[in-house]
């Protein structure tokens, strides 16, 4: 997997993946509490890898994210870079490993955006600030 770093994050962002990255997740899984995860999509405009630190669930054998932003008005770039090319590289802890991303469905969003706003309570803050709907996404781990 690359170690890519996108332009103009803000330095706290930064420092999360760098430590992330030395320490392979030993320093940086857990953040403020919940676990992160390291997500490598590609740029939708650019095709350079773009990589960020997210907080996950875990349902069943997949991970899941969500495409909040902080209830901003757009989606964030992550976002619409796996819409774009769904196959992402992930790195949850030492485990690093390829996945196909994939928005969830309307049956199943209800019960993920429940488990994930468990995991972290501002998201259904975040939905109150913004009128898209928060997209919740599924990364499911594939064999290349």
Known sequence: MTSPQPPQLPGWITEHIEK????????GHLW???????????????GEPRLLPL??????ANY???ASKGGAPAHPAWY?????QPLVDVQVGADKFKARARTAA???????????????????????RTPRPIPVVILERVAL
Do not use: H
């Open 20 to 27: 992330y990255l030395a320490t392979n997740g030993e320093d």
């Open 106 to 128: 309307a049956d199943e969003k209800p019960r993920l955006w429940k488990m994930m706003a468990a995991i972290w309570p501002a998201y259904d803050e975040y939905q109150q």
């Open 55 to 60: 907080i996950y669930g875990k349902d069943g």
């Open 64 to 66: 899941v994210i969500v």
């Open 32 to 46: 403020r509490g919940v676990p992160t995860l390291l997500l490598t999509t590609t740029g939708k405009v650019s």
């Open 80 to 84: 619409r870079n796996l819409v774009a």
